[in-house]
């Protein structure tokens, strides 16, 4: 993908295409919902910002999220090492980061649709319970797991055979994980948006999205690469 965003691109247009691109905007106040259909050159003039700097911000943006995995299957010849360094360095931070950034945004719209759309209730719910079961997991990994699994590694595990239990539960967790999103999926019927949804809805609807696909690829990086290296 090509980073195609330019002084002439609208508010709304760069939203959509780069949903991260709102933290940008909200950051410097730009208007991305209501008032998203002008030039990002003139959002930028109205708040007294140079259109060149938020430009920047949006090409480290996309370059940091859109490209975070531009081929898995390197990882399958990497050492274990590398691999925990890259899961935790563009998985577990920047999971962390995103579920901190949404969550005001899911609050957001659950309490001013929720009324109208039943569903996002029941979207705010999960999210909320995905988070918190997301961020235990990840912290168990980095200060339990897999300081195990570099010993398993090196061969130096004390006792192997409960890191490997530790393991299977790490996959559980991610069953889990998996079951939650599916709900959040199901409940919003696929991310369908109605005819009423505002710029914001939009926005987390394609950031829920974003975030599934970046669980799953966390996930795949360890069931599929990194654990079957020692539960084989």
Known sequence: MTFTITANSLVRDIVNELPKASDIFKKNRIDFCCGGNIPLSQAAEQNGLKVNNIIEELKDVFEKYENTEKNVDVW??????TIINHVINNYHRVSEEELTMLSPYVTKVSRVHGEH????????????????ELLEHMAKEEEIVFPL????????????????????????????????????????????????????????????????????????????????????
Do not use: W
């Open 76 to 81: 399958t010849d990497s050492d274990s090492y």
């Open 149 to 232: 699994i570099k010993q398993l590694a090196d061969g130096t595990a004390p006792h192997p055979e409960e890191a490997i239990k530790m393991i299977v539960e790490l996959e559980k967790e991610h069953d889990h994980a998996g079951e939650i999103l599916r709900q959040i999926r199901a409940v919003t019927s696929d991310f369908a948006l109605p005819a009423d949804a505002c710029g914001t809805y939009r926005l987390v609807y394609a950031r829920l999205e974003a975030l599934e696909g970046l669980t799953f690829m966390h996930v795949h990086l360890e069931n599929n690469i990194l654990f079957p290296r020692f539960l084989s």
């Open 117 to 132: 759309h039943p569903e996002l209730i029941k979207m705010n719910e999960l999210f909320y319970e995905f988070k918190k």
